[in-house]
């Protein structure tokens, strides 16, 4: 199904089933820990050994020398596969670093062998017993001092310039009668989510499986593919139960690619997790930043003057944190400049962490407008909507596909109580609490992918999705099962979803908050061929006939719909495929946060008090995930503004804290009353479904709220993130 023109009225448009807050269809299973992660699926294949990646002890440098002879005599191993021994791999292109290494190593805890065993202790045991000998080379580990020296370096994927220039910045930041140049950093964060990365690996022949723990299903084929070098067609993927991603799971790791080599050289499936304690190091984070921004206003309040301009660092090859990425598309202004630039670090891969670019440039750029509005002592809601754009400020004329920033503010300051802020910081008191709020905008674009499904109608009236979609915890399962229910016309149980797995149809996969909207979108046509199918066969107008109630009419003649597949099952199969849409209109999504923090007065300690974020992301597909989607948002961009940093040895080059208990995130105790308001719109440009992304909106602009309100409660400025009680006091 082609979508090239705005959706009108359609199926999903009745909202019987579609809109409701449903419970997760796959919510028993999860959470009486039944539903099957990769590392449990003792079911699949017979006679799993065990494999423990063993990771590179220095970050630059190469290996000198690898005794083998102790771990291979030790008690249960089977095989060890080592970049002398595996045979040829190549790097897969979407791949910084390689997923194994030898003898270069590009970054500590990179894997360099995998040691397999019958139990899980023995290949741990053996792989201590692995003697390496580096020649450790010199490395670059630290941002700010190689910020200096960072070329400028736009972003590929995305096709950001690595410099862009509207009007005069230069001349207009120095005219202006009012202006800020300040300079804020974000650390590198951790994806720390629940389930670590986990594979399966079995051969059959010259036939791979993989039960893995990804979140694109046809990304990890195609890299695989690529670093195995064997064709795709002798790959399958599978991936139905995923415990969290955030992002690192976007591209298939260490664990997968070890597994399959693994595998093969022990003639035996085998199964590898990465314990936690590796994860930080040998996978990817979300790399530090330093952002400079500049901000010239009229004293009317109007932005006159919008430089935002960004460091990041990562491996050779590697591509920059798009921080600057909001600041093209959020408030008017006739002069502006954007840059990223990019350092080589000798850390781990940089790459995406939930809502990549926007989560961590808003958490400058929204304290600049806090700090801005002050200086020109404007209330910070009215100096934002003093400065709201319908107009992309990029391309004169080209609207936003919906925008409706400035009803998220105003519903916010409404229901948060915003008229008792005092704008002048530290000057409320509740007993030892110095009290303040905050408040920050939220922006996240909104990505159209084609996705495809394949649905079957039995014989006694069940619809049965497979697409390789994931649900990473999101909820998938269940809209998707609301979609097929809404446009067949049957109730809910009615339908089955079959997800993760590289022999269904392609789909959007789950990433940058696009899954929703696409993979409905992608089911929704599928359903619309069956149908027209199903109308066809029952001798039915398909443009007319009506799907309802289990029952497929027109007029006074009503029959059921399993009587469509009473001789065979009907299997239709379709994509959604975009045209010039998202070209023609900026499809993006807003929100506005607002949080409530206390000081203590003498202790330092900040604690969140409230939190509202009120969402403006088109038709709300079901707002009890919806809002699990944003609170969980909102809960990490808490741990971003107090707590989460990946702390950096800049001697010896690793992230030292690389585990749950020093890498600090929200627990509940951290996080009080959260609500979540999704303003009551649709957005008939973004898909028939007329939805668009919702889970990465909700991390985006929380972290410079809570700064915003700490300012507001102790009257000092922290511009370096997480806001820890020693940069306040
Ligand atoms: Mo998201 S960082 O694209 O999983």
């Known amino acids: 199904m082609k979508f090239d023109t705005p959706a009108t009225t359609n199926p999903i448009d009745q909202l019987k089933i579609i ?23 003792h079911d699949v294949v017979a006679n799993q050994a065990y494999g423990v990646i063993l990771g590179s002890a220095i970050a630059k440098g190469r290996i000198a020398a690898m005794d083998l002879a102790a771990a291979k005599a030790a008690p249960g191993v089977l095989a060890i596969v080592t970049a002398a021994n595996a045979g040829p791999i190549a790097k897969a292109k979407s791949h910084t670093a390689k997923m194994l290494a030898g003898p270069d190593i590009q970054h500590y805890d990179q894997a ?26 010199k490395g670059r580990f630290d941002l700010d001092a190689e910020m200096k020296a960072a070329p400028p370096k736009g972003d590929e994927e995305s096709g950001s310039k690595p410099i862009e220039r509207i009007g005069d910045f230069d001349g207009a930041f120095h005219a202006a009668p009012v202006k800020l140049d300040a300079t804020y950093s974000t650390p590198a964060h951790s994806h720390a989510m629940m389930e670590p990365h986990a594979t399966i690996a079995a051969w059959e022949g010259d036939t791979l499986t993989l039960w893995t723990s990804n979140q694109m299903i046809a990304w ?90 960004s460091w990041s660092g990562n491996l050779p090859q590697g591509g920059p944190e798009t921080a600057t990425a909001q600041t093209k598309l959020l408030y008017a202004g006739a002069n502006r400049l954007t840059a990223t630039r990019l350092a080589v670090l000798d850390l781990p891969e940089g790459n995406a962490m939930r809502a990549p670019g926007e989560a961590s440039g808003l958490m400058a750029l929204e304290i600049a407008m806090d700090e801005m509005a002050e200086k020109l002592g404007m209330d910070p809601i009215a100096f934002r909507i003093a400065n709201d754009t319908q107009e992309d400020p990029n391309k004169p004329g080209r609207t936003f596909s919906y925008r ?32 303040g709020m905050g408040v920050a905008a939220a922006f996240r674009n909104n990505m159209l992918t084609k996705s495809a499904a394949r649905v079957r109608l039995s014989a006694k009236g069940i619809v049965t999705v497979e697409t390789d979609m994931t649900d990473i915890g999101t909820g998938t399962y269940t809209i998707i099962a609301q979609t097929a229910a809404e446009t067949m016309g049957i109730p809910l149980d009615h339908v089955v979803v079959s997800l993760g797995d590289s022999r269904f149809p392609v789909s959007a996969g789950s990433g940058g908050q696009w899954g929703a909207n696409n993979s409905t979108a992608g089911v929704y046509a599928a359903c619309m061929k069956l149908r027209e199918t199903v109308a066809v066969k029952l001798g039915f107008n398909s443009a007319d006939a009506v799907f309802s109630d289990g029952k497929v009419g027109t007029g006074n003649r009503h029959v059921s719909l399993a009587s469509a597949a009473k001789d065979g099952e ?107 308001i999704f303003l009551d719109e649709t957005d008939p440009i973004s898909s028939p479904m007329k939805a668009k992304g919702v889970g990465e909106l909700g991390i985006c602009g929380v972290a410079a709220a809570v700064a915003n309100a700490i300012y507001n409660a102790t009257g000092v400025r922290v511009r370096d993130y997480p806001i820890t009680l020693d940069k306040h006091l």
């Not at 360099?112 to 080379?137: H, M, N, P, S």
């Not at 503010?409 to 002048?424: I, P, S």
């Open 19 to 41: 809109g409701h807050p449903t419970d997760r269809i796959d919510g028993p299973l999860k959470t009486t820990g039944s539903a099957p992660y990769a590392y449990e699926r």
């Open 112 to 137: 360099i062998a995998i040691v397999v065993a019958e139990t899980f202790e023995q290949a741990r045991d053996g792989a201590k017993l692995i003697r390496v000998d580096y020649e450790r080379a």
């Open 220 to 309: 990890a084929v195609r890299d695989v593919s690529q670093t195995l070098m064997i064709p795709k067609e002798k790959i399958r993927i599978v991936s139905p139960y995923i415990g969290g991603g955030f992002g690192s799971k976007l591209w298939i790791r260490s664990d997968a690619i070890m597994a399959a080599l693994a595998a093969k050289a022990a003639g035996r499936p085998v199964k590898v997790a990465l314990a936690r304690p590796q994860i930080a190091n040998n996978t990817t984070h979300r790399p530090a930043t330093i952002q400079r921004i500049r901000l010239g206003a009229a004293k009317d309040g109007k932005l006159t003057a919008i430089g935002h301009e």
């Open 404 to 435: 409706n920033l400035i009803g998220c503010l105003q519903t916010g300051a409404e229901k948060f109580g915003w008229d008792k802020r005092q704008a002048k910081p530290a000057s409320v008191r509740d007993g030892r609490w110095l009290v």
């Open 570 to 676: 009907i299997v239709a199969e379709d994509a959604i495929e975009y045209g010039s849409l998202d070209k023609t209109y900026q499809q993006s999504t807003f929100g506005g946060h607002f949080v409530e923090v206390g000081v203590d007065a003498y202790t330092g300690q900040i604690r969140i008090r409230r939190m509202l974020a009120v969402c403006s992301a088109g038709r709300i597909l079901n707002p009890k995930s919806a809002r699990s989607q944003v609170i969980g948002a909102m809960t990490m961009g808490a741990g971003a503004a107090l707590m989460e940093e990946l702390a950096v040895d800049t001697r010896f080059g690793f992230f030292v804290n690389h585990d749950l208990a020093g890498y600090e995130v929200p627990v509940h105790g951290d996080i009080p009353h959260q609500e979540v």
